[in-house]
């Protein structure tokens, strides 16, 4: 867009009797808490009066006005001044305005260019007229700008943070009146939109490893008409070590290179996003004549692997708005195996809760919060309670019914477990997995399978209709078929002329509202007693907020004096800020999660769970709410040298003697300690050693949740009942347990020294030797029990280059009190890569010389 289209759109936003008379498109506000991004500045003209305004777009250039939002008003009158910090001769260089009116004062920051001299020209023939008038303007044309009623406010859309709004005295900000806007806008899109049908092709393969040596214009062009948005999920596009572990891969490019050559050609296509996590990709593309309707990209990528963390499962995700609906596509590839139903369903609750889109200027969206939502992959989901013969008799007769009512997805469903809202289509099609590679053949393998639909496509949204659900046999390279679904799906789209006239109606309405009313709430609960708190245990209470006045009024949690959250770490508050009509009510849920940062503090008394909200209303008052709990304190977040000091269980260790303990615990002797290690480590790795040495994926594959914290409880309790729950769980506790320490095994200070020295064994077994004695011997005792461990690798799976990279980042965490600069993707790589360097020198060498005394 040339200038003076921007100037056009720039136009729309104003009535047609408020003319813009110049504009700057690349203003920064210099301001310590306003985010640096470019804004618009106008002259806007009425009457004789003028004013600058600065707007923000969500998008450059703005497509249409409703992209613009107005942040700043500066009335040109008698008060206006207008200063110019050393102009430049130097046609690049850069040139400071400062505005001041009626007491408030803003710095740009403009890039000089041609129009800065005629917008400034501009500026001092307004403050020339101003002054030649003998009386004050009134500047009754600025009231539906600046509202003179904080309570006209909005948080679901605020268009600036808290800190970063100005406030004039006597008015509310003007990006709370644009935000109130947006909502009233929002509940009048039936009057100014319509509906345009779209058609979405979702596709969904588990390549297994395999490059794309084959064509996949059968799966990826196969209807008659090229669909409007293509959405493909991969999984297992690569299943070396070096992506597990690293997550580099040269097939991502080979797969995307093979989707853009087999889409359908009688279409013109281009890329909205491409996203991966390890193996899992997800690519989106969209003809070229709706892309400029698209704003807001945004994607997200969620690992549920060992710890949560790694990548092998999980989601990767994309979403963006197109015209006047928002849309998300889910790839996932959830936990494996018949009898892990309830893993997959806490991946998929894991998916739906740290899927987080950052949008400018707003609270991050989930994926629920959108209009459409397309969840897709390997889910994973097998046959139950039925005979692999039975049922691959059943489906080669295309009897798919008594199957399907043993599947697992569809028990799980039913009954609410997952995908709750979604939903499925008909499967007329065979199950699709396992196949023997390069076969139509059922797997012949030992483990002797029953056949399974584990590629799924659901979805979830008003006026969505699925044309198609359907499996591509004929693809058959990888031991599953390819998978898609056609939709055809109804975008909202905005009829500008009739935005225009709802528009200013209700700019009319808002008008009469101004100066009516202070906002008034009830709030149910001003005091949130959590009781018992456990570590890593989610607990959660509500609070109802009821809007008992005549007008919207927004609330937010404001920080208090001198702290830099509103909250404390352990604290989450949803929604933290929202704008409720009048007679509405609105939920707020307040979650506490004690992990090991904050578990750290509690056992050395640093903090506590209690917390003072201070919930603000705009223009109203503030309503405090206290927040408390007792905490019972878990080996969890304890240090390596309390623990080895401990000769009974934590639970009976008193509150007060525990924070003496972990303030004192730089103090202990190692010839004083009750214990060469902790017992609590003992503990877990003695039971692996005894009953998991070949449990295949130990390590890898994660163990679940419920079960971690049944044995978090026996190891605070000293209970004498043997380990509960599986080894993979018994392996996942060890890990979080040596990753809660308040310090990691090899201190924060030795870490540079370690990756500088992660080349040379010998180096690295002089910097273990001088470890303090505790943390000496806890290293060298994991060391050798992974060694251990590594003699049973035909069972376990396991080889040193995983095991050095998952207790390298352990071993070696990095310190989370440090402010450090953000890491691009290589250097973070190579960091890891040396830690894991580091540690693999004592998986493979010979170390018992420095092995303590049994």
Known sequence: MNHEEIKSVVQEKFLSSERVTAFLTDAKVLHPEWVKRDRLLAIVEYGDEKAVFCLFSSCYPPKSFTDLSIEIVLPIDNSFKCEIDNKPSDPEAILYLNLQSQNNKFKFEIQMTPRVDSFVDELFRGIEAVNKVPTQP?????????????????????????????????????????????????DKEAEYTFTKKFTVFCGTWNVNDKSPNIPLKGWLSVDKEP??????????????????LFDQTFREDEWYCAVLNYIDKRGKYVKVEKVRLVGMMLIVLIKEKHYPYVRNIVCDTVGTGIMGKMGNKGGVSIRFDLHNTSVCFVNSHLAAHVEEYERRNQDFRDICNRTRFPQINQQPKAIKDHDHIYWLGDLNYRITELDPVAV?????????GPVLEWDQLRQQHKSNNVFA???????????TYKYDPGTDNWDSSEKHRAPAWCDRIFWKGEHITQLDYRSHPALNISD????????????????????????????????????????????????????????????????????????????EFIKKLDETNFCKEWLIVEPYKKCICA?????????????????????????????????????????????????????????IEVLVNLNIPIREVPVGKLVELENKRDQ???????????????????????????????????????????????????????????????????????ESTVDPIIPYNLQSVCLRASANYLQCKQIIMELPEFRK????????????????????????????TLFGAIFLRDNPNLIQEPQSRINKQVIDKKKAQFVYHFLVNDHSDLIFAK
Request: charged share 25%; net charge negative.
């Open 138 to 186: 009134e500047f009754v044309w600025l009231k539906k700008y600046n509202v003179k009623d904080e309570n006209d406010i909005i948080a679901e859309s605020i268009v600036l943070p808290r800190s970063g709004i100005f406030n004039v005295p006597n008015s509310a900000p003007v990006a709370i009146r644009e935000s109130l806007i947006k909502r009233k806008m929002c």
């Open 227 to 244: 669909p409007d948005i293509y959405a493909i999920g991969f999984q297992e596009l690569d299943l070396s070590k070096e992506t597990f």
């Open 392 to 400: 691959k008799k059943l489906v080669n007769e295309n009897n798919f």
């Open 421 to 431: 809202g979604y939903h499925e289509g008909i499967i007329s099609f065979k199950p």
């Open 480 to 555: 599953h078929k390819p998978v898609s679904a056609i939709f055809s799906s109804e975008i909202k789209i905005i009829n500008e002329e009739k935005y225009r006239k709802v528009y200013e109606e209700v700019i009319k309405q808002l008008d009469k509202l101004e100066n009516e009313l202070i906002p008034q709430v009830k709030v149910d609960i001003t005091e949130v007693d959590f009781g018992t708190v456990r570590y890593l245990e989610l607990q959660v209470r509500s609070i109802t907020i009821k809007n008992t006045g005549k007008l919207p009024v927004e609330f």
């Open 583 to 639: 007679d509405e009510t609105c939920e707020i849920q307040l979650k506490v999660l004690i992990n090991k940062t904050s578990a750290c503090k509690m056992n050395a008394g640093t903090d506590k769970l209690y917390d003072i909200l201070v919930l603000h209303l705009y223009g109203g008052k503030d309503i405090f709410i206290t927040v408390n709990g007792t905490y019972q304190r878990s080996c969890f977040g304890c240090s």
């Open 668 to 738: 202990y002797v190692s010839n004083q300690s009750t214990y060469s290690i902790p017992k609590e480590i003992w503990f877990l790795v003695d039971h692996i050693y005894l009953h998991g040495l070949k449990e295949p994926n130990l390590f890898e594959q994660p163990g679940l949740h419920s079960e971690v914290l049944q044995i978090r409880d026996w190891l605070d309790t000293g209970s004498i009942d043997p380990i509960p729950g599986s080894i993979h769980s018994v392996a996942e506790a060890l890990l979080l347990l040596l």
């Open 777 to 804: 011997n806890v290293f060298l005792y994991l060391c050798e029990f992974l060694q251990e461990a590594l003699q049973h690798s035909a069972e376990n799976g396991l080889d040193s280059k995983t095991l050095s």
